[in-house]
């Protein structure tokens, strides 16, 4: 393996990896270009039972399909179905769609209604069966993160975090690295919304690289997070599973934090 890694649920694993929301319908295309980023090193796999119905999670099975052991794959729980029951059957069901046996990380997608508690009995029963490798959370800010059961500790809170997007730096960050636990950060070019900003295609033009492989090297400048992007077409792939290798200097660090200030404490934003 080339390039960081980070360490998630007990394992090293690269500091970049995939993300699947949107995929379901182009089959061949979004197959292909998971087991493009796979080749290239883009082994954490990111998707939810959310994503197109379940199509998302039949798109991985398909793309992991006699290479299981190469990747390190994540899904979710609806909030929905968040209930201790609902976590085994959402999960199995998970697991039917993959074509395996076991997650490496489970996480709960959003926090809404159900007791964290009964979430994470079923967490707990999924580990013991051996369904899941670790469990965690998704969306969850530092007040969700104090309402977990006394001793429960999540292997990941996955949130929205991009240049555009610092509100967890101030309180959620340092939480989660006193705790152990790992930052997911999601849509890490905010849905390629923040690609043309002037200083980042100034700071990427200057080093050589692309907008995308600049933000996402930003994203992951720290020691505890990994970032999810989703890339259908191959050539964004290969650009974002170079990114691995894209360490910024200083200098660009600075000119970023200048054109893309964090805000301070504000509420933990996500993304519909
Ligand atoms: P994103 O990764 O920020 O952006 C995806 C978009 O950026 C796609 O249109 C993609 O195009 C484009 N793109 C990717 N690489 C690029 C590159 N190198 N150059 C230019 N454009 C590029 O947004 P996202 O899909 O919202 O977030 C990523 C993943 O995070 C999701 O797929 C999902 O797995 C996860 N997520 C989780 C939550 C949550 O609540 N937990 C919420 C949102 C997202 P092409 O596809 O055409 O290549």
């Known amino acids: ?26 089959r061949t295309a979004e197959v292909a270009a998971l087991r493009a980023g796979i080749d290239l090193g883009l082994t ?45 059957a959402a999960c199995r069901a998970s697991l039917d769609r993959l074509g395996t046996d076991r997650l490496d990380l489970y996480l ?20 013991e069966e051996g369904s899941i490798r670790a469990w965690g959370v998704s969306n969850l800010d530092v007040h969700d993160l104090d309402d977990l059961p006394d001793g429960a500790v999540p292997a990941a809170d996955q949130v929205l975090y991009n240049l555009t997007r610092r509100g967890p730096e101030a309180n959620l ?16 070019v905010e849905k390629g919304r923040l690609l043309d900003h002037p200083d980042l295609v100034r700071v990427a033009a200057e080093r050589g690289a692309t907008p995308a492989q600049v933000a996402l090297a930003w994203s992951v400048r720290r020691d505890d997070v990994v970032a999810v992007p989703k890339a259908v077409r191959i050539a964004h792939v290969e650009e974002n599973a170079a990114a691995l290798r894209l360490e910024l200097t200083a200098e660009e660090l600075a000119a970023l934090d200048h054109a893309f200030p964090a805000p301070g404490v504000v509420p933990l934003e996500t993304l519909s």
């Open 1 to 26: 393996m080339s390039g960081r890694t980070v360490r998630l649920a007990g394992s090293d694993v690269p500091v970049i990896g995939q993300g699947t929301w949107r995929m379901g319908t182009d």
């Open 44 to 88: 954490v796999i990111d998707t939810a039972e959310l994503y197109a119905d379940g199509a998302a999670e039949e798109v991985v099975g398909e793309a992991v399909r006699g290479r299981r052991d190469e990747v390190f794959l994540v899904s979710k729980v609806l909030p929905r179905h968040a209930t201790t029951d609902g976590t085994v």
């Open 108 to 127: 709960l997608h959003w926090r809404r209604g159900i007791p964290l508690a009964e979430t994470v009995a079923g967490f707990e029963e999924l580990l």
């Open 173 to 188: 960050f340092p939480r989660c690295a006193r705790t152990g636990v790992t930052i997911m950060a999601y849509s890490p």
